[in-house]
Nanobody, 129 residues
Framework: QVQLVESGGGSVQAGGSLRLSCAAS????????MGWFRQAPGKMREGVAV???????NYADSVRGRFTISKDNAKNTLLLQMNSLKHEDTAMYYC???????????????????????WGQGTQVTVSS
């Protein structure tokens, strides 16, 4: 069973930076997706960034150029470096893991939470303007 434990959230002023970590254990598949999702009060959960085990990444337009997703394979930890934070980045951030999806062009990772079966407990990020 996959276990995901997030850390690194906190409070920061607009323009600041935070780095989120997600320690993963129990995942045995050679090909997988991991992602960061967030949910602000009164809003639906949305995909922020996804990491494919083949090394490819993808970002939501709202964070592209400011956030960087990566994975420390030695520590089996998913990272999210968040720079130039904005008030609208305030949310609970969740780490998730799931299988890749198959398309004619090849396997890929979805931004939809529906395709991720393992979730962490979340870590709060608050950005003050």
């Amino acid at each position: 069973q996959v276990q995901l434990v997030e850390s690194g959230g906190g409070s920061v002023q607009a323009g600041g930076s935070l780095r989120l970590s997600c320690a993963a254990s129990g995942y045995t598949s050679n090909r997988y997706c991991m992602g960061w999702f967030r949910q602000a009060p009164g809003k639906m959960r949305e995909g922020v960034a996804v990491f494919d085990s083949d090394g490819s990444t993808n970002y939501a337009d709202s964070v592209r150029g400011r956030f960087t997703i990566s994975k420390d394979n030695a520590k089996n930890t998913l990272l999210l470096q968040m720079n130039s934070l904005k008030h609208e980045d305030t949310a609970m951030y969740y780490c998730a893991a799931g299988p890749t999806l198959r398309a004619r062009s090849g396997d890929y990772c979805s931004f939809s939470q529906n395709f991720y079966g393992s979730w962490g407990q979340g870590t709060q990020v608050t950005v003050s303007s």
